[in-house]
Protein backbone atom coordinates (compact mmCIF):
# COMPACT_ATOMS: atom_id res chain seq x y z
CA UNK A 1 0.00 0.00 0.00
CA UNK A 2 1.76 3.18 -0.84
CA UNK A 3 1.40 6.76 1.13
CA UNK A 4 1.14 9.46 0.37
CA UNK A 5 2.29 12.75 2.22
CA UNK A 6 1.39 16.23 1.05
CA UNK A 7 3.82 19.27 2.57
CA UNK A 8 4.37 22.87 1.58
CA UNK A 9 0.61 24.61 2.32
CA UNK A 10 0.67 27.44 4.06
CA UNK A 11 -0.56 31.42 4.05
CA UNK A 12 0.31 33.48 1.79
CA UNK A 13 -1.28 36.79 -0.07
CA UNK A 14 -2.63 37.34 -3.32
CA UNK A 15 -0.31 37.07 -5.88
CA UNK A 16 2.08 35.09 -4.29
CA UNK A 17 3.47 31.91 -5.01
CA UNK A 18 3.40 28.38 -2.70
CA UNK A 19 5.33 25.04 -3.83
CA UNK A 20 3.21 21.88 -2.87
CA UNK A 21 5.21 18.29 -2.82
CA UNK A 22 3.47 14.80 -2.67
CA UNK A 23 6.18 12.12 -1.23
CA UNK A 24 4.94 8.54 -1.87
CA UNK A 25 6.38 5.78 0.24
CA UNK A 26 6.37 3.54 -2.59
CA UNK A 27 6.45 3.06 -6.73
CA UNK A 28 3.25 3.86 -8.13
CA UNK A 29 2.76 2.87 -11.84
CA UNK A 30 3.49 5.09 -14.78
CA UNK A 31 -0.08 4.21 -15.85
CA UNK A 32 -1.38 5.81 -13.12
CA UNK A 33 -2.63 9.22 -12.92
CA UNK A 34 -0.81 11.60 -10.56
CA UNK A 35 -2.97 14.87 -9.39
CA UNK A 36 -4.35 17.20 -6.89
CA UNK A 37 -7.40 18.08 -6.04
CA UNK A 38 -8.14 20.75 -3.64
CA UNK A 39 -11.49 20.84 -1.18
CA UNK A 40 -12.31 25.09 -0.32
CA UNK A 41 -14.10 25.63 3.11
CA UNK A 42 -18.08 24.36 2.33
CA UNK A 43 -17.39 23.31 -0.89
CA UNK A 44 -17.36 19.25 -2.87
CA UNK A 45 -13.48 18.60 -3.60
CA UNK A 46 -12.10 19.84 -7.04
CA UNK A 47 -9.84 18.55 -9.53
CA UNK A 48 -6.79 21.19 -9.84
CA UNK A 49 -4.37 18.98 -12.48
CA UNK A 50 -3.25 15.92 -13.05
CA UNK A 51 0.32 14.19 -14.68
CA UNK A 52 0.59 11.01 -16.29
CA UNK A 53 3.76 9.72 -16.46
CA UNK A 54 3.23 7.08 -19.06
CA UNK A 55 2.86 9.90 -21.96
CA UNK A 56 4.64 12.81 -19.89
CA UNK A 57 1.40 14.61 -20.20
CA UNK A 58 0.30 17.02 -17.45
CA UNK A 59 -3.64 18.22 -17.71
CA UNK A 60 -5.56 21.01 -15.78
CA UNK A 61 -8.35 22.46 -14.51
CA UNK A 62 -9.70 25.64 -16.40
CA UNK A 63 -9.22 27.86 -13.15
CA UNK A 64 -5.88 27.47 -12.92
CA UNK A 65 -4.43 26.80 -16.39
CA UNK A 66 -1.11 29.33 -16.91
CA UNK A 67 -1.22 29.56 -13.27
CA UNK A 68 -0.22 26.58 -11.78
CA UNK A 69 2.57 23.89 -13.10
CA UNK A 70 2.23 20.29 -12.06
CA UNK A 71 5.44 17.97 -12.36
CA UNK A 72 7.38 14.98 -10.93
CA UNK A 73 10.44 15.36 -9.07
CA UNK A 74 11.77 11.05 -9.55
CA UNK A 75 15.00 11.26 -7.57
CA UNK A 76 12.25 12.43 -4.80
CA UNK A 77 9.70 10.04 -6.04
CA UNK A 78 7.54 13.13 -5.25
CA UNK A 79 5.08 15.07 -7.25
CA UNK A 80 4.90 18.69 -7.06
CA UNK A 81 2.37 21.75 -7.73
CA UNK A 82 3.91 25.18 -8.35
CA UNK A 83 1.18 27.50 -7.75
CA UNK A 84 1.64 31.10 -9.39
CA UNK A 85 -0.24 33.87 -8.94
CA UNK A 86 -2.79 33.05 -6.38
CA UNK A 87 -6.10 34.55 -5.55
CA UNK A 88 -8.06 33.92 -2.68
CA UNK A 89 -10.28 31.21 -4.38
CA UNK A 90 -7.34 29.54 -4.57
CA UNK A 91 -7.73 28.53 -0.60
CA UNK A 92 -8.64 25.44 -0.19
CA UNK A 93 -7.37 22.14 1.36
CA UNK A 94 -4.97 20.65 -1.12
CA UNK A 95 -4.91 16.65 -1.59
CA UNK A 96 -2.91 14.33 -4.41
CA UNK A 97 -4.23 11.57 -5.03
CA UNK A 98 -3.32 8.78 -7.56
CA UNK A 99 -5.55 6.24 -9.40
CA UNK A 100 -5.34 3.97 -12.62
CA UNK A 101 -5.83 6.04 -15.99
CA UNK A 102 -9.52 5.45 -17.14
CA UNK A 103 -9.93 8.66 -19.52
CA UNK A 104 -11.11 10.91 -16.72
CA UNK A 105 -8.76 12.43 -14.18
CA UNK A 106 -11.01 14.72 -13.08
CA UNK A 107 -12.94 12.17 -11.45
CA UNK A 108 -12.23 11.69 -7.75
CA UNK A 109 -14.00 7.99 -8.54
CA UNK A 110 -11.50 5.39 -8.96
CA UNK A 111 -8.54 6.89 -7.10
CA UNK A 112 -6.24 4.22 -5.18
CA UNK A 113 -4.22 6.62 -3.32
CA UNK A 114 -4.98 9.62 -1.50
CA UNK A 115 -2.72 11.59 0.97
CA UNK A 116 -3.97 13.87 3.73
CA UNK A 117 -4.31 17.00 2.50
CA UNK A 118 -2.10 19.85 2.81
CA UNK A 119 -3.76 23.28 4.21
CA UNK A 120 -3.24 26.77 1.52
CA UNK A 121 -4.96 29.93 2.73
CA UNK A 122 -4.58 32.93 0.20
CA UNK A 123 -5.38 36.22 1.89
CA UNK A 124 -6.82 39.55 -0.27
Known amino acids: QVQLVESGGGSVQAGGSLSLSCAAS????????QSWFRQPPGKEREPVAT????????YYAASVKGRFTISRDNAKNALLLQMNSLKPEDTAMYYC?????????????????WGQGTQVTVSS
Open 97 to 113: AAKPWDGSWYDTQGYDY
Open 51 to 58: FYPRTDSA
Open 26 to 33: GTISVSYY
